[in-house]
């Protein structure tokens, strides 16, 4: 397994433990925790996510096919945490991450 391989991989574990942990703070499974280690988790992932992109375009592999997740994950700032467009945009960069993962990697 080549490092844009592992990294398409730990990106996805990490957008999947962002998901899970938003849920758990959506519907108010963890309000007495603070919520830096989602915000943290956020960090990885969008950090993963441009790490991902770089080796794939290092590798003459489609790196295009991960830069609409990379843009969803961006906007992500712009959403308000607690309202719908913002657990529905989470979804939408997960879909979007799901997709270009799998462009690069087939």
Known sequence: MNALYAVLLGTGALLALLLLLGLSLQIGWRRDQTRWPHHALFFAVCAG????????????????????????????????????????????CAVAYSVGAWCVWS
Do not use: I
Request: hydrophobic residues 60%.
């Open 49 to 92: 996510t441009l790490l991902a992109l770089g080796l794939a375009w290092w590798a003459g592999e489609r790196w295009w096919a991960l830069l609409p997740a990379l843009l969803l994950l961006l906007g992500m700032t712009r959403t308000k945490a607690g309202r719908r467009n913002h657990w529905q945009l989470a979804l939408g």
